[in-house]
Every structure is written in C-alpha cells, then in structure tokens.
C-alpha cells in the first residue's frame, strides 16, 4: 500500500524558511515524478514544484528563485526547502506521486490531474 506522509509545516513570518518532507513508502515504480502542490482556502489546487525520477525539476513561477525541491532516493523522502516564504504561500501543501506518463514537460509536471497517490498535507502559514 502506497503511502507519503507530510510534515514540516508551521507558522512563519514573511521572509522565513521551512523544509518540508514527504516520506515515501510502497510504491515499486521505476520511472515517476513526484511533486508539491498546495491550495489556500477557496483556491484550487496548483502545482508549486516536481521532479521526476532522472533528476528533471520543475517550478511554479510564483516559487522559482526561492523553493527548491530534492529527493533522497535511499531514504525515498521527498525535500521542499522553501525560503523567503511570503503571505501569499500560505496554504496546505501537498506531495504526490505518479507512474512516469511516457514524458516530461513543466506544464504535465505541475498540473495536479493524473496523480496517482496524494499525502494528506501539512499546513503552511506565512504571516506579514
């Protein structure tokens, strides 16, 4: 059985940090993209970060310059170290994964449909 499993979430102040973490466990695909997305209240879902199997990553606009996302194969976690966080990040964040579709493109990366499995979140709150 799939799981990810988020934390790492909280309460900062404008121009802060937070790593988050998503620990992976069950799935056997050799070829996947997993990824960060978040949805504030109100607000769909939309992809903030992913990176595939081979190493390619992808940002939102909004996040580029000031999130990274990572992965540590051996101990299948996936990292998101996000710096100078700003208000409008807060939102519940959430990492997923999929069964590589057969390509890559930022536009695939981000989009939240065709996930196989989600994580339940873990909430971000930036103040001003």
């Known amino acids: 059985q799939v799981q990810l499993v988020e934390s790492g979430g909280g309460s900062v102040q404008a121009g802060g940090s937070l790593r988050l973490s998503c620990a992976a466990s069950?799935?056997?695909?050799?070829?996947?993209?997993m990824g960060w997305f978040r949805q504030a209240p109100g607000k769909e879902r939309e992809g903030v970060a992913a990176?595939?199997?081979?190493?390619?990553?992808s940002y939102a606009d909004s996040v580029k310059g000031r999130f990274t996302i990572s992965q540590d194969n051996g101990k299948n976690v996936l990292y998101l170290q996000m710096n100078s966080l700003q208000p409008e990040d807060t939102a519940m964040y959430y990492c997923?994964?999929?069964?590589?579709?057969?390509?890559?493109?930022?536009?695939?990366?981000?989009?939240?449909?065709?996930?196989?499995?989600w994580g339940q979140g873990t909430q971000v709150t930036v103040s001003s």
């Open positions: 990176i595939d199997s081979d190493g390619s990553t």
């Open positions: 069950g799935y056997t695909y050799s070829s996947y993209c």
């Open positions: 997923a994964v999929a069964r590589a579709w057969g390509y890559y493109t930022k536009s695939r990366a981000l989009s939240p449909t065709g996930w196989n499995y």
